[in-house]
Each structure stands twice: as C-alpha cells, then as structure tokens.
C-alpha cells in the first residue's frame, strides 16, 4: 500500500487549492498519508508512492502550473500510480454528467499514464483576478459550483485503489 501521496494543484483563485486540501482530508481518513504542495514546491516526486494533480481549467486549458509540473515530472510519474482531476465549470454539468478532460489536460494524462481523470465544478467568487474572472462576474456567472460529495467519493475511491493488494 502506498505511504505517501503527493496531491499537487495549479490554481488561480484558490478554489482548486481548496480542493486539493479537501482530497487530502478525504484520503487521511481513509488511512492514507497525503501532502497537498503547490507544484513549485516540489522538486522531486521520489519521496512519493502516488500522485493526485490537479488543475484549474481557465478558457478550455489545464492550468499552466499543472501542465508544467506533468511535462517537468512526466518520468518519475509514469513510475506511479497518478490521478488527475480538474476544476471550473461554473454551472451544475460536472455535478450532472461526465465531463471529458480538456486537450492540455489528456496530454497530462498520457503523459503520465494517470489511472483516471475527473471535471469537477469550480467557484468563482467575488474578488477574484483576472479580466475574464472580473467579466464572468459581471456577467453574474459566478459563484460556488463544486460538490464535495462528488469530491469526497472519488478521493475515497483513489483511497481503495491505494490500498487495494497489488495482483503480481
């Protein structure tokens, strides 16, 4: 069973970051041990049974922050087992329906060779940065989309699979 995961996230306004954290919480109950660290925190994966990365998805792209670190660490991660997720639709659909991974964010997952990718809904709230985040708001197209039910079960299942006996 792996020890330790490494869930790693690029964000814009935080709200991937919350859920890497929330992953985290899901997985050390679940008896894993889990530390959430901003891709520039990490220079090496080595120290890493597993890997959950994460991005933001911003005008149909994966977070350059999450693009670098797979492009940087694709090696080290095709040595272990990798989940990827995403984050940002800002209606109800990924609660609703599968969501496929956006181009930059399939490219990670070959890249990786990650078990699975998953699309949850994002948040975006006053205060925000950026000019497209400041036109969505006024646009009155914010708000909080994600569903930590949603969240809390498929972290549970990289759980499982973490902790599952491996077939030789």
């Known amino acids: 069973m792996p ?3 490494l869930i790693t996230f690029g964000t814009k306004n935080g709200s991937t970051a919350e859920i890497a954290d ?20 990490v220079a090496d994966v080595a120290p890493y049974d597993a ?4 991005g933001a998805l911003y005008m ?14 694709c090696r080290a991660l095709r040595q272990r087992p990798v989940w990827l997720f995403s984050s940002g639709p800002l209606d109800p659909s990924a ?8 181009r930059s964010a399939r490219r990670a997952e070959r890249r ?3 078990r ?8 975006l709230e006053a205060g925000a940065t950026g000019r ?37």
Request: proline fraction near 5%; hydrophobic fraction near 45%; avoid cysteine.
């Open 112 to 114: 990786t060779g990650a």
């Open 22 to 41: 929330f992953i985290a919480s899901v997985l050390r109950d679940e008896g894993v041990e889990a530390d959430v660290l901003p891709p520039w925190g």
């Open 132 to 168: 497209m985040a400041k036109a969505i708001l006024d646009e009155g197209r914010g708000g909080d989309f994600r569903d930590f039910d949603r969240i809390a079960a498929w972290a549970a299942g990289v759980a499982r699979e973490l902790k599952a006996p491996v077939e030789v």
């Open 95 to 102: 609660s609703e329906r599968d969501i496929p991974p956006v």
């Open 60 to 73: 149909g792209r994966w977070h350059r922050d999450a693009r670098r670190f797979a492009r940087q660490h």
């Open 116 to 123: 699975d990718h998953v699309t949850f809904g994002g948040r």
């Open 3 to 5: 020890r330790n995961v």
């Open 51 to 54: 890997v959950v990365l994460g």
